[in-house]
């Protein structure tokens, strides 16, 4: 079966980390990115330099246009496209209630969950059946991210809800949906959200003793795709060290 998978976001960190790994599964990947042409056109390079199949394509996954644009053109290069990884997500700088404006809400609600709805619209309107979905959830989804990024965990926690409500509605075709919750992960997005060094600081109360690595979420992106969880739909993996 030809393979043709979507990461959006994933131009660095955890889209990126996935990328490479479903590309040497044999996936022929859309590394979806939004500024960063240079880190992403990167990601393709190696790709291509390991034997396997990608190419680049810039979209803002939470706007419907470009989210078209994206599926067409990642089938006008591969195919019908077959699997999707849900990836793209911002963060903002630690704050409390008061000081998240009705702006920064509607912006991670639009990136972080408005994505996914939108390209598993595509996805659906251009694969009939047999296909399977992860999103990147977090998770904040449970912990509620008090006095941080309510905003960004709420908008998480609507992702779970998503992915449950279309692994049913999406089963009778065989669609599968499933999200990963990643904890603590050393990426540049908590540079992004004001602390660069948070999962440092925050290591001592993780079970494991550790953050994670981009390599060990993408595992279970992977793993979730893969014929090997055929019969797994609307559940989620865990990635946050006993978290
Ligand atoms: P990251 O900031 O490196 O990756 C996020 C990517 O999404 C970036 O490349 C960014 O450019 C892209 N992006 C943002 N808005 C976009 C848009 N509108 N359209 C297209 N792309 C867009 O961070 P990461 O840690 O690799 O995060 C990847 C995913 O994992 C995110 O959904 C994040 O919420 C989730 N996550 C990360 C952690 C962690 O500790 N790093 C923990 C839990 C969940």
């Known amino acids: 079966m030809n393979k043709v998978v979507i990461v959006t976001g994933a131009s660095r960190g955890i889209g990126a980390a996935a990328a490479k790994l479903l590309a040497k599964q044999g996936y022929a990947v859309c ?3 939004l500024h960063a042409s240079e880190q992403a056109k990167i990601v393709v390079e190696d790709i291509i330099k390991g034997g396997g199949k990608a190419i680049c394509f810039q979209a803002d996954v939470s ?3 470009d989210v078209k644009r994206l599926f067409e053109e990642t089938n006008k290069a591969f195919g019908q496209i077959t699997h ?3 990836n793209a997500g911002i963060l903002f700088k630690q704050a409390s209630l008061q000081d998240i404006d009705v702006d920064r809400f509607q912006k991670v609600m639009n990136t972080n969950v408005l994505s996914c709805f939108l390209c598993a619209k595509e996805f659906i309107a251009q694969i009939k059946k047999n296909g399977a979905i992860v999103n ?3 998770a904040a989804s449970r912990t509620g991210a008090p006095f941080e990024y309510v905003d960004y965990a709420a908008s998480k926690g609507a992702i779970d809800s998503l992915t449950k409500g279309l692994s049913l509605e999406l089963a009778e075709r065989n669609i599968r949906v499933n999200g ?3 904890g603590f992960i050393k990426t540049d997005m908590h540079a992004d959200g004001g602390e660069p060094n948070r999962v440092e600081r925050l290591t001592p109360q993780i079970p494991l003793k550790r953050g994670g690595t981009v390599e060990e979420v993408a595992n279970a992106v992977v793993w979730l795709l893969s014929e090997q969880a055929s019969y797994v739909t609307g559940t989620f993996i865990d990635l946050a060290g006993g978290k």
Do not use: D, I, K
């Open 180 to 182: 990963v919750r990643p």
């Open 136 to 138: 990147v959830s977090s």
């Open 63 to 65: 706007q419907e246009a």
């Open 31 to 33: 590394v979806n990115y």
């Open 84 to 86: 999707l990884v849900n």
